[in-house]
């Protein structure tokens, strides 16, 4: 039997009490409202200004980011917002959005069991929850709910266990009975034939998505009107170091000085890092997405199978947006392999039959790292002024607020958040592990 869900009453306890300007607005060179939308649809002459400035790159910062996505641009905004340090510069080798942050599955929630993550992903929630005041732009962050399946009584043990270690900490979370999921989700498989029975689930309300674009898009936008430079189509190749400490960095736009220098780069984070001679207990994989064709309305939450990694929800343009596990053997290509197309799809036809009848709109992966305990960096090195955030497999989409809030408060004080403490290189070092999937040292299962 399942263990009881605990029904004490749940309040989201503010892990940091004073998010002071998440209902504040960033003194933008140009709001937008609906009144400025009014003005420019009767005004046409008067275009919309660029979304964030294009400038050419100084010779020198007091911080620079490697890495325009969103986990940098994040990292950028909450400096010169949080600290007031606004000499900042983004340095992007593509373009903004090209990277991880506009190739993922959009999904967002704070369901994670291990004491460190539970924390960090719940705070990053409450910043989601707030985000498009915060940056006036809005990312369309829908909490549509997202429900874990379970298959036999063990896993609902499991999603027991987890729903009352989120409540303990202030976390949504209720466990539902098989009648309660086929209310939700009727369009699942309940028949006797149905390969993985479902038995129950456990639904996190406030989890949902958020559009992936509109963050990278937001936070570039709110950052540059503080001051930050957004360097695009510009390649860092290399860190220029004096007496051991990096003292700036080499780009295809020549060379640049920096107090401190910030790598946040996803899926290149080792080979990066190598560049300065450190060597991260990381392999670079590739996750895939895959989008149906559209239809009409079906799957209004986000829905994750208990019996393999997948997940699956339903676009605002009708597509079914679905992924799975990373592929398996280390890859820089961005390019998903078909064996994998095969495993999602059978995910996805053994739980949802009626989808068997739809077609594959298309698919494509991203690089993600992965850290010995799948869990993220984000901390300062051994090498005096370098600081790296990475090591975001699965989870660094939802995580985006979170790290670039805490990575802001390291970089900016050269200590430790008290929410990232636990993020640091040497946790392998000291047996603090955060291996919240259970797999253990298993790269590809993680
Ligand atoms: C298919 C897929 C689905 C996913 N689904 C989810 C999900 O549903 N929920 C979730 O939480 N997470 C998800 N993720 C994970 C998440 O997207 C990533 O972990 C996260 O986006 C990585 O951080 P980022 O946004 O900063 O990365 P990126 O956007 O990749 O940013 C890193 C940037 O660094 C740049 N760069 C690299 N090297 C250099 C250099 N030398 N010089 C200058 N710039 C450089 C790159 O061009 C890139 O733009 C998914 C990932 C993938 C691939």
């Keep these: 039997m399942p263990v009881a869900i605990d029904s004490r009453r749940v309040s989201h306890v503010p892990i940091i009490p004073a998010l002071k300007h998440q209902f504040g607005f960033p003194a933008l060179a140009k709001r937008y409202s609906a009144l400025s939308l009014l003005r420019h649809a009767l005004l046409p002459s008067s275009p919309w200004p660029r979304a964030w400035r294009s400038p050419a790159p100084k010779s020198s910062y007091d911080v620079v980011i490697i890495g325009g996505g969103g986990h940098g641009l994040a990292t950028a905004y909450y400096l010169a917002a949080n600290h007031g340090i606004k000499n900042v510069a983004v340095i992007e080798r593509g373009y903004i959005g090209s990277g991880n942050v506009g190739r993922n599955t959009t999904i967002v929630r704070s369901n994670y069991m291990i004491g460190g993550n539970t924390k960090f992903f719940e705070f990053s929630l409450q910043l989601w929850e707030g985000l498009s005041h915060t940056l006036n732009f809005n990312v369309m962050l829908s909490q549509r709910g997202q429900i874990g399946l379970a298959h036999n009584p063990s896993q609902m043990d499991v999603l027991a266990r987890k729903g009352n270690i989120m409540r303990l900490h202030g976390i949504d979370a209720e466990l539902l009975d098989r009648g309660q999921v086929m209310k939700l989700l009727p369009y699942l498989d309940y028949s006797d034939a149905a390969r993985f029975p479902v038995v129950g689930g456990i639904i996190q309300q406030r989890a949902g998505t958020v559009r992936h674009d509109a963050v990278a898009w937001g936070y570039a936008r709110a950052a ?223």
């Design 224 to 446: 540059s009107d503080l001051g930050v430079d957004i360097i695009e189509n510009c390649e860092m190749t290399g860190f220029t170091m004096e007496q051991g400490k990096v003292t700036g960095i080499e780009t295809t736009k020549g060379p640049i000085r920096a107090g401190k220098t910030a790598i946040a780069v996803a899926g290149h984070s080792s080979h990066v890092a190598a560049k300065a001679g450190l060597r991260l207990p990381v392999e670079s994989h590739l996750l895939q997405a895959f989008v149906s064709e559209p239809i009409k309305p079906l799957i209004h939450h986000v829905v994750s199978f208990g019996a393999e990694l997948f997940y699956i929800s339903q676009s605002d343009k009708g597509g079914l947006v679905f992924g799975g596990h990373i592929d398996g053997f280390n890859n820089y290509t961005q390019r998903g392999q078909l064996p994998k197309i095969q495993t999602v799809a059978e995910c996805a036809v053994s739980l949802i039959p009626a989808v068997s009848r739809l077609r594959l709109l298309r698919h494509w992966a991203g690089i993600m790292d992965m850290t010995p305990d799948g869990a993220p960096f984000i901390c300062g090195t051994p090498i005096p002024n370098l600081y790296l955030d990475g090591g975001w497999c699965y989870q660094g989409f939802k995580a985006i607020p979170a790290s670039g809030w805490t990575f802001a408060h390291t970089v900016a004080k050269g200590e430790a958040h008290e929410l990232n403490r636990c993020f640091s290189l040497d946790r392998f070092e000291k047996g603090g592990e955060l291996d919240d999937h259970g797999a253990g040292n298993w790269n590809y299962k993680q």
